[in-house]
């Protein structure tokens, strides 16, 4: 046999073997693939628990009901996207991320929009948070619950949607005032903020004291000046007076009895 017909056998072998290792690794890799598939379409893989993380208003009970979630159902026959548009339609949910587990868990983990104040109209009360989004409507209100609003006329309201108000300026500023008034000691001193007056915005305390702010323009000085104030008639032990603020640079306390309007 001539050296050119060696080469020729060798190589014809040489892709031979190359086959053949390319037939086990494609065979290999369709056991594998195979295997796999079985594996996630076996019972192994239908949903047994389904962890909530991040709730404190909101009950695991409301967010599986509306998440349509069943257990014993394979977690891959699941879309989450769909899964994540229906939790988030309750008003409590600002975000949701959801992610499976292997082999039996879907995560949910959410961020509530938390109740920042209340808006009491024609007898209900309204819990709104910081966006002014209606979480919850109710007959009544514990009255350390969260800051009153009152004198609001309204468009429209709708459980899950903002607030649309007539006087949606004043609304706007009162929830600056109120960040504002959460940032210092005062928070806990409101009991009522009143917007009825297109120019002058009123806060009521606890103590019966009334703020006169105007337009109150200006919710960072107002705010941080009134929480002097009020720390300062506390500590002086005076109540239900009243104390002006429309005039900037100018604050007057003066007791009830010789209110101006």
């Known amino acids: 046999m001539s050296t050119k017909e060696k080469g020729y056998f060798k190589s014809r072998k040489r892709i031979r073997k190359i086959k053949m290792r390319i037939s086990s690794l494609l065979f290999a890799l369709m056991f594998i693939f195979w295997g796999m598939y079985y594996l996630l379409q076996s019972d192994l893989m239908n949903l047994k628990n389904i962890e909530l993380e991040g709730n404190s208003y909101v009950n695991k009970s409301e967010i599986v009901n509306i998440s349509n ?103 706007n500023l009162v929830m600056d005032l109120l960040k504002v008034a959460n940032m210092t000691t005062i928070y806990g001193m409101i009991s009522e903020i009143n917007i009825s007056e297109k120019n002058n915005i009123r806060i009521i305390t606890f103590d019966g004291s009334e703020v006169l702010l105007g337009e109150a323009k200006n919710p960072t000085y107002l705010m941080v000046a009134l929480d002097e104030i009020l720390i300062n008639l506390y500590t002086k032990n005076i109540k239900n007076v009243i104390i002006d603020m429309r005039y900037e640079g100018h604050i007057s306390v003066k007791g009830k009895d010789t209110r101006e309007d």
């Open 69 to 171: 979630l069943v257990i014993n159902r394979n977690i891959f026959k699941y879309n989450l996207k769909e899964i994540k548009q229906n939790i988030i339609s309750h008003p409590y949910v600002k975000e949701v991320s959801i992610h499976r587990k292997l082999p039996n868990t879907i995560v949910i983990q959410i961020k509530e929009r938390e109740e920042y104040a209340i808006i009491l109209y024609m007898g209900s009360y309204i819990y709104v948070d910081e966006e002014n989004m209606v979480l919850r409507v109710s007959d009544g209100y514990m009255a350390d619950d969260k800051i009153l609003i009152t004198g609001i006329d309204f468009k429209s309201f709708k459980v899950g949607e903002k607030v649309e108000a007539i006087n949606n300026d004043n609304l």
